[in-house]
């Protein structure tokens, strides 16, 4: 019984890292797009001055 116990928690582990990273995948992702974007508006900007 123990045995079976362990490798629930084992696979549950697993799946919660595997969702915990990609949730920080799209985290990097939304901040490089952010950071992209505003580097081009603060460019558009600063030439149209």
């Known amino acids: 019984m123990l045995n079976r116990i362990n490798k629930n928690l ?3 582990f697993k799946q919660l890292s595997n ?5 920080n995948s799209k985290i990097l992702v939304y901040f490089g797009l ?10 558009t900007f600063l030439n149209f001055n």
């Open 10 to 12: 084992k696979s549950s």
């Open 19 to 23: 969702i915990h990273s990609a949730f």
């Open 34 to 43: 952010l950071a992209y974007w505003s580097v081009i508006l603060v460019g």
